[in-house]
């Protein structure tokens, strides 16, 4: 157990909606990281929040969004959604540098 | 480049040493990584090299960095049928100015018993 927790694990929607990933880092952890994987993309950097302020964007669509919130969780939106954003999308912290821990992933699943 | 390249898949038997190698194009890289992934489950950080060390050792892996090839290479001793997953290797930059990773595709090793 990494001490990262995502939540749904699993999420079941259709085209157009939109849905949002929450994920709680580890204790202490300031920076949270969100990534997506797909078969046909492998592992995909999507955007870096440290202590409630954005770091880094990497390949995120403009449907998609994040935040990080005082007590440090995370929240990953999507919207608009279709069928080629099913994939998994990972969280993971870090607090110091060479160190970065993933949660248990959200598989999505847009029918 | 943003490649970081490994061969796809590795089948070894069990109790044989298993070698999974990376090599990556940025020479600013801090720090390199290996990744275990199991079917349906989230990425286990196994170890991490920071970029002036040669080599790393952990019980049964070890952790060889050529800066010169840009080559990484991941052995593990006593291969065990457990160890049957997906290997990532990955990268952080100091060019990036954040802790992003970038990942490599992904080895399959498959251990026979």
């Known amino acids: 157990d990494s001490g990262v927790t995502q939540t749904p694990k699993h999420l079941i929607t259709a085209t157009g909606q939109r849905v949002t990933l929450r994920c709680s880092p580890r204790?202490?952890?300031?920076?949270v990281y969100w990534y997506q994987q797909s078969l046909d993309q492998g592992l995909q950097f999507l955007i870096q929040?440290?202590?409630?302020?954005?770091?880094a964007k990497g390949n995120i669509l403009e449907r998609f969004s994040a935040q990080q919130f005082p007590d440090l969780h995370s929240e990953l939106n999507l919207s608009s959604l279709e069928l080629g954003d099913s994939a998994l999308y990972f969280c993971?912290?870090?607090?110091?540098?060479?160190?970065?821990?993933f949660g248990p992933g959200t598989r999505l699943t847009v029918t | 480049g943003e490649d970081v390249e490994q061969s796809l898949f590795l089948s070894v038997r069990e109790g044989d040493s298993s070698v999974i190698n990376c090599t990556y194009t940025?020479?600013?890289?801090?720090?390199l990584y290996w990744y275990k992934q199991e079917p349906g489950a989230g990425l286990q950080l196994l170890t991490y090299?920071?970029?002036?060390?040669d080599m790393k050792q952990d019980q049964r892996l070890t952790v060889l960095l050529n800066k010169k090839d840009k080559h990484l290479s991941l052995r593990i001793a006593d291969t065990q049928t457990g160890d049957s997953a997906i290997y990532f290797c990955?990268?952080?930059?100091?060019?990036?100015?954040?802790?992003?990773?970038?990942f490599g595709q992904g080895t399959t090793l498959q251990v026979k018993p």
């Open positions: 090299i920071f970029s002036n060390m």
């Open positions: 940025d020479s600013s890289s801090t720090y």
């Open positions: 990955a990268e952080s930059r100091s060019s990036s100015n954040t802790g992003k990773l970038i």
């Open positions: 204790s202490g952890d300031l920076s």
């Open positions: 929040y440290y202590n409630g302020e954005e770091r």
């Open positions: 993971a912290s870090s607090a110091l540098p060479g160190e970065q821990y």
